[in-house]
């Protein structure tokens, strides 16, 4: 199926074999335009189909993508030779299915959904003693849980905050053991052998940062990165 691009995507399209990034809003086509700008790269520029990773946000959107990436390319591509598509989360879990061990996590690790977490966390939070944060309040448990969230945003772990050097006052204390739940929560899922969603993109992005060879070799399997679907971004 070959789609006619607007002005926009044409500009795009021209920019070939090069990083870029394109900010774009909810119904600007942008699922659209990355299923073009693949079909470019394999029929304009000599990329295989399978050295291709389409990276988005949600299962739906990930679907969506595939699809149109495989109504693009159509007859252009052998069966079988497709490219790969996934969520965030879905990736990072297939590198520490592979690599788990690596960044300390079974490799047979199941993923936990946000529920389970939750009442992990409480069962964690529930059976430590404080000195600086008020547990009667139920706001507390809400504060260490979006303290984790924040970590994982970053790409952090507790271990972060509680090697760093800081004065010692009460909001730092405070602070201090919010992150020592957490992380006792982290060696309660290592116990158990699960991980959370956080768990999937913190862990896997330090596989990869520590151990470089480790991420060129992925690199080397996937030349073109394409993400999706706040922002369109082409890495080489």
Known sequence: ??????????????????????????????TTT?????????????????????ITFTNKAASELADRVRQTL????????????HTYHGFAAQILAEFGPMAGVDNRAKVITPTFSRQ?????????????????????????RRLGDRLGDHLLTPGDILTSQRDDDEVWQARREMAETLDQY??????????DYSDLVTLSSRVVSDYPELGEAIRALCLMSIRTPTQLSVSC
Request: no cysteine.
């Open 120 to 144: 992990l966390l409480t069962d964690t939070f529930h059976h430590r003693s404080y000195q600086h944060l008020d547990i009667t309040q139920s706001r507390t448990l809400d504060r260490i």
């Open 186 to 195: 982290s060696a309660d899922k290592r116990r158990l052998k699960v991980v």
């Open 34 to 54: 990355v299923a073009m700008v693949i079909s470019g790269l394999v029929e304009d520029h000599g990329i295989q189909p399978e050295q291709i990773l389409g």
């Open 74 to 85: 159509g007859p252009n591509v052998e069966p079988g030779r497709q490219v790969e598509v």
């Open 1 to 30: 199926m070959r789609l006619t691009p607007s002005p926009e995507q044409q500009d795009i399209l021209d920019l070939g074999l090069t990083t870029i990034r394109v900010r774009a809003g909810a119904g600007t086509g942008k």
